[in-house]
């Protein structure tokens, strides 16, 4: 069997519509029925929907499977930290912080995509320049190693980063402050790559991600577009990388790692590749389950989560929501049949 | 001094083709990422130390190893890997899944302490500097391993059927062979490589739940740099690998040595993108 | 025993509570689901006995990572602070109230030491918060829990430098500790040219430069200082850099399961004996109990615990522990850090007569505790311990045997710069300058 890459990304209804607008309504009346820890919890999936929104974009979008979105993650922690830390100017550094992203995937993706490494070589190479990062990073504990007046901490990487202040209010954001901030910015992004996936340029991607050969030959360059979605991709990873260290005011070498690596994948494949919202999902439940599973006693966490990824991906090799949406789409088809069974009798 | 490069750089090249050829059989025959390689390693310590633990000799403690990662290997792929065949992303997402769960596992069973074993006693001063016997047991038996699995693929029937296969099932199954065994057999030999390799390194690192997860992205990154051809291809990435790790982690120090082996790699990737026997028509 | 689920998701197991009194049996049977199991409360019978079971629970948030690469040095510690809990409850409680604890895994996951902190000091109402290994995990931990006015005790050795009110470390810190092992290796024993090898991150940098000042300060040379990754385990390199440079000792600050390759390593191509080998590190991931008699007789390390420390109240700890846990391996100082923290804190919760985080606080300076290693007393100044260190060296049965003991030695550098006393809202970590 052959499962598709991605979806269709035609333009959204107004179910859609209303759904977003929905979605807004809750996140702003969120606060006021859940507790603080709660609120925390959330925040972070938030991020970490972020974050799996750039994989499923890049990889959903086009087709190119990068293995490092934590290149990018990383160096947007780090580099809204560092600036922060220098400058105190926090919303400023959270934007340099996804410039600071976006330039590096401009540079590793020119020198990928333009060197026409492709394919599984294309993940490798990533994955090997976010291990790169991770050990030069992981280097860095010695006092000499100082950006500005931030000491860089190596392995215990850089604990007390101040909140987000944003102009207009006197105090950082509180908890309750980055919910709504990573919340809104989780929706906003969602909007903005599910809408930029409808244009014409969406369409030269979903066209390329299927045939990248036809659609040179139609006159397209392919590499420059691949680039650009790259870059976007990029800038969208370090932006959660930035709301990251926002949220639990540290950042650290295992933001680059293997696992965390992995994890991207794992989020993306959970909920499905084929759509934009999956992905968001898939993070969500894989977060939650692993700290849930935390608090339970079931004694080693990675057995049960090993278990429910093998079971996954043998039962539900599309994802949670394509199959979901499968299943909802027969039953009405079901339903239909009987009504005009009905009608016919 | 000369000696010592020499030692040196034959010891880090025959660790990482050893932790690497089990991986790469399956990457370069199958097109399996196999990410629950560096759990078969663990699990070939763990069997290691056990037959040894019982008192079985070392030699002995090490086939035993190695057989039972094997058909530990068979198990898995008849229950997970046969049904992913294609789809490599999904391979990528199971195998990951199944190293959590050894993980888990062993870490339940076992206890989360490193178990030792003792290996092949004694040293060698060559040149003032004093070396371990069982660094050089570890060079000889990777050249073996290499050379054994050389023999198989290229002088043997089963070799020329395996090979067949690989290249164009459809062809090799309408001649009449049993593909599913082919494929079952094979990811068995690499498991059973995993599990060598894993039982050689018990007596040098011990036994622990988590060992796999230091070797893994080595043993990958090594892979894939090496391209199509499992064999000649991992020895020519171990050899320039492991070349610019011992020298440089001599030099300078062991960050170093890591940090270059990827960059090298990165370059490498650059200057090859399908990997260093990418072009390579023929061979193994 | 009843094993109680944490809040936010609470059940309990019914068949569980009515067991009336327990027996070792039961205790194992505890313990079997003790390395994942959430809250661990004392049984009904022993709460009965001690007539407690009527009072609400003092509840005790233990963050620590049952799965991942740092549960060596959790397991016991989690098992080791649940019986801490017992005894307390055996003994009466505290406050006339029964203390129960809560366990969360954190899975080797700072995001989720953070996320724990959050939850046991907002929703779970944990009156105290106990753990975090690492030094990365801790500074995620610490000004959660300052920002939410808890009280916070880290049960393990690390690079020193917290002055934090809110704060208590029971635990080795490297002035302490270097010092004397320094004295002994190079003063006594008069080994003059050392060569450092450290693991690379913020302790082993600390430990090899308080290494080098106290080498230095006998007149005795440093003659190579190395820091490696953690996850390094092929140390032929540096074997070879050792014979070159032919020290007379080797020191060692090299952390965690990779890293014990290095003693496997050393042993199989220069040997001890001919090269001496001594270390801050060695014992705290129970290498002694894993490694061979040979890779383990005659490593010198200086420790504030270890099982065969010879005295009643060791061996005492030790078989007890063993009874409860149901284990009968070596216990190892990280254990009886989660002992001793748990009750010096309920000392502190005693002279306070309140489990509030700010009495608490406020009370904990001067604290002392007759633990298993000797003497415990909490220095106001500083909130860390001043207590005994023992010079031990390896032997053959994967134990260590005493050399000489440094009585009651006081995080003196830390005070120099540290004084919660006059200054209660500092939360600096400080760097020595060195």
């Not at chain 2, 000889?140 to 395996?162: P, Q």
């Not at chain 2, 990165?266 to 193994?284: D, Y």
């Not at chain 3, 470390?169 to 024993?189: A, M, N, R």
Request: net charge neutral.
């Amino acid at each position: 069997m052959i499962y598709p890459v991605g979806g269709s990304f035609l333009r959204p209804g107004a179910p859609w519509w209303s759904a977003i607008v929905l979605a807004f309504v809750l996140l702003v009346l969120a606060p006021r029925g859940l507790d603080l820890a709660l609120q925390y919890d959330l925040t972070s999936i938030f991020i970490c929907g972020i974050l799996a929104l750039s994989m499923s974009f890049l990889w959903g979008g086009v087709g190119i499977l990068s293995f490092g979105q934590t290149i990018f993650f990383g160096l947007g922690g780090y580099g809204y930290t560092i600036l922060v830390m220098n400058t105190d100017a926090s919303l400023m550094s959270l934007v340099l912080g996804v410039l600071v992203g976006g330039g590096m995937a401009a540079v590793l993706g020119y020198f990928m995509i333009y060197g026409r490494i492709n394919d599984i070589y294309l993940s490798v190479v990533t994955l090997v320049v976010t291990l790169i990062f991770e050990k030069m990073v992981r280097a860095t504990s010695g006092p000499e190693y100082v950006i500005g007046s931030v000491r860089l901490n190596g392995q215990n990487g850089i604990p007390g980063i101040p909140g987000l202040q944003l102009p207009f209010l006197t105090e950082p954001l509180s908890i309750e402050g980055v919910f709504w901030f990573a919340g809104g910015a989780l929706l906003l992004t969602y909007c903005g790559l599910r809408l930029l996936m409808a244009t014409r340029f969406g369409r030269i991607l979903v066209g390329i991600r299927e045939n990248e050969q036809r659609m040179e030959l139609l006159g397209y360059d392919t590499r420059r577009y691949r680039l650009i979605t790259f870059i976007i991709s990029g800038g969208v990873a370090a932006f959660a990388g930035g709301l990251f260290a926002v949220w639990g005011s540290f950042v650290g070498p295992e933001m680059f790692n293997l696992s965390q690596a992995s994890l991207i994948v794992i989020w993306v494949i959970v909920g499905g590749r084929t759509t934009l919202i999956g992905p968001i999902i898939g993070a969500a439940l894989i977060q939650y389950l692993t700290k849930w599973l935390g608090t339970v006693g079931v004694g080693q966490v990675s057995t049960v989560m090993g278990a429910i990824l093998i079971v996954f991906v043998l039962l539900f090799p599309r994802g949670l929501v394509p199959t979901l949406g499968d299943l909802l789409s027969r039953l009405r088809l079901a339903q239909v049949a009987q009504r005009s069974l009905k009608d016919a009798k | 001094m000369i000696t010592t490069y020499i030692y040196l750089i034959a010891y880090a090249v025959a660790l990482l083709a050893l932790i690497s050829l089990g991986l790469s059989v399956i990457f370069g025959m199958m097109k399996v990422i196999n990410l629950a390689h560096g759990e078969f390693m663990m699990l070939g310590a763990y069997a290691c130390v056990y037959c040894s633990s019982l008192g079985l000799p070392f030699w002995a403690s090490l086939i035993v190893a190695t057989l039972a990662v094997g058909c530990f290997g068979l198990v898995v792929e008849r229950l997970l890997i046969r049904h992913l065949y294609g789809r490599i992303v999904d391979t990528l997402l199971a195998t990951w899944g199944l190293s959590l769960l050894l993980i888990g596992v062993s870490t339940a069973v076992f206890g989360p302490q490193a178990r030792s074993m003792p290996g092949i006693p004694g040293t060698v001063a060559i040149g003032g500097t004093t070396m371990s016997v069982y660094s050089f047991v570890l060079i000889g038996v990777t050249i073996l391993m290499m050379l054994v699995t050389w023999l198989i693929a290229t002088r043997t029937k089963v070799g020329l059927v395996v090979r067949g296969t690989m290249q164009r099932p459809d062809i090799a199954g309408a001649l009449g062979i049993n593909t599913n065994l082919v494929y079952m057999g094979t990811f068995g030999f690499g498991a059973a490589a995993a599990g060598l390799a894993g039982a050689m390194l018990a007596p040098l690192t011990g036994a622990t739940p988590l060992m796999g997860a230091a070797f893994v992205s080595k043993a990958f990154i090594n892979v894939i740099v090496a391209g199509g051809l499992p064999l000649i291809g991992t020895s020519l990435a171990s050899a320039m690998f492991g070349t610019v790790d011992a020298v440089i982690s001599y030099l300078a120090s062991s960050v170093a040595g890591e940090v270059a082996v990827l960059v090298f790699a990165v370059v490498l990737l650059r200057m090859l993108p399908q990997g260093i026997t990418g072009r390579f028509r023929r061979g193994f | 025993m009843s094993i109680k689920q944490c809040p936010g998701n609470r059940w309990t197991i019914p068949w569980k509570n009515k067991q009336q009194g327990f027996d070792v049996m039961n205790r194992r049977s505890f313990l079997r689901t003790a390395s994942g199991a959430l809250a661990f409360a004392s049984g009904a019978g022993l709460l009965a006995k001690a007539g407690l079971a009527e009072e609400p629970a003092i509840k005790i948030a233990n963050i620590l990572d049952a799965t991942g690469g740092l549960n060596v040095y959790s397991l016991k510690q989690i098992k080791a602070t649940a019986m801490a809990v017992d005894d307390i409850n055996a003994a009466g409680g505290l406050l006339g109230r029964p203390v129960e604890v809560m366990f969360y895994d954190s899975q080797s996951n700072n995001q989720l030491n953070s996320q724990y902190t959050t939850q046991a000091l907002l929703r779970d109402k944990a009156d105290v918060v106990l753990g975090g290994i690492t030094s990365a995990s801790r500074e995620v931990m610490r000004p959660i829990v300052q920002k939410f006015k808890g009280f916070y005790i880290y049960n393990s050795l690390y690079e020193g430098g917290v002055c934090d009110f809110r704060f208590m470390c029971p635990g080795l810190v490297p002035d302490q500790q270097v010092q004397p092992l320094i004295e002994y290796v190079v003063g006594e024993k008069g080994l003059k040219r050392a060569y450092i090898l450290a693991a690379d991150y913020n302790y082993g940098q600390l430990t090899a430069k308080w290494m080098q000042k106290f080498i230095r300060g006998l007149g005795a040379e440093d003659v190579a200082v190395e820091f490696f990754p953690l996850d390094v385990s092929n140390f032929a390199p540096v074997l070879a850099r050792i014979q070159d440079v032919k020290p007379d000792v080797v020191l060692s600050a090299l952390v965690g399961d990779a890293h014990m390759s290095f003693y496997r390593q050393y042993e199989t191509s220069i040997g001890k004996k001919s090269i001496p080998i001594a270390s801050t590190t060695y014992g705290l991931g129970r290498e002694n109990a894993v490694l061979s008699p040979d890779e383990n007789e005659g490593l010198i390390v200086a420790t504030s615990f270890f099982d065969d420390l010879g005295t009643p109240a060791a061996s005492d700890f030790v078989s007890r522990f063993k009874a409860f846990s149901g284990e009968d391996d070596y216990v190892g100082e990280y254990a009886e850090y989660g002992y001793r923290g748990m009750m010096l804190w309920a000392e502190a919760v005693r002279k306070a007569g309140s489990v509030a985080a700010d009495a608490v606080a406020a009370a904990v300076g001067g604290v002392s505790y007759q633990g298993a290693g000797g003497l415990y007393t909490v220095d106001p100044q500083t909130h860390h311990l001043t207590m005994d260190v023992h010079i031990a060296s390896g032997n053959r049965s994967g134990s260590f045997d005493v050399i000489k003991s440094f009585s009651q030695r006081a995080p003196t550098d830390l005070q120099a710069v540290c004084n919660l006393i006059e200054n209660p809202t500092d939360t600096t970590q400080y760097e020595p300058s060195l």
